[in-house]
């Protein structure tokens, strides 16, 4: 289990570089053209994972070896990881393992803006701006919470040979998580999401 807290002190801007605090996961970069970051569970390549999203298998094999980076820290209230096969439960792709991401659920009233600037070796530029509210009822019946970040990263060639280790990336990221409970035992949410990126090597 990785927290929203654990998260946060290890500065991690999306899940790809938080991922790494749990035991027997480990991310890698596989593609010096493209820049894609591979989760590795078991030995086993990033298409062998299943990717969750509030326990709801919204990505397939391939955007679960390009999504890590697309997911912001700050939508996160924790990472759950499964490891080992569980296909049964899990979907097809739970080969070497099951990681479920659960977004954060609106508790109390709250807001906040933060922003992250970087240079790789003083060379390659590396901006992030995220902000996150919550709105909720006085009984606690009703909530909305937004999300949103963006981020621009500059190109990086360490050693000049025309194939770049950090690739360009342009990433925006909006969601919304709603939720309504008409009665003491039922509850309805809504989830919404968009996610655009552009990336370059």
Request: include cysteine; charged fraction near 20%.
């Amino acid at each position: 289990l990785v927290s929203a807290e654990q998260l946060e002190m290890s500065q991690a801007l999306n899940l790809a570089e938080g991922i790494d605090l749990s035991p027997g996961l480990r991310t890698e970069n596989n593609c010096q053209n493209c820049g894609f970051t591979q989760l590795r569970m078991n030995g086993l390549g990033g298409a062998y994972s299943q990717i969750l999203i509030n326990s709801r298998p919204v990505f397939s094999a391939l955007a679960g070896v390009y999504g890590l980076e697309m997911i912001p820290a700050n939508m996160i209230e924790r990472v759950e990881v499964v490891r080992g096969a569980g296909s049964a439960l899990y979907g097809g792709n739970a080969i070497a393992g099951t990681v479920n991401i659960i977004t954060r659920d609106p508790q109390e009233p709250y807001f906040e803006v933060g922003t992250y600037a970087g240079a790789i070796r003083g060379e390659a530029a590396d901006y992030n701006l995220s902000a996150q509210a919550q709105i909720v009822s006085d009984d606690r019946n009703q909530g909305l919470s937004f999300f949103g970040n963006r981020r621009t990263r500059d190109a990086w060639d360490a050693n000049a040979d025309g194939f770049t280790e950090m690739v360009r990336l342009r990433n925006q990221t909006f969601g919304i998580n709603s939720f309504i409970k008409p009665h003491e035992r039922s509850r309805l949410d809504l989830d919404f999401y968009t996610i655009q990126e552009h990336r370059r090597g």
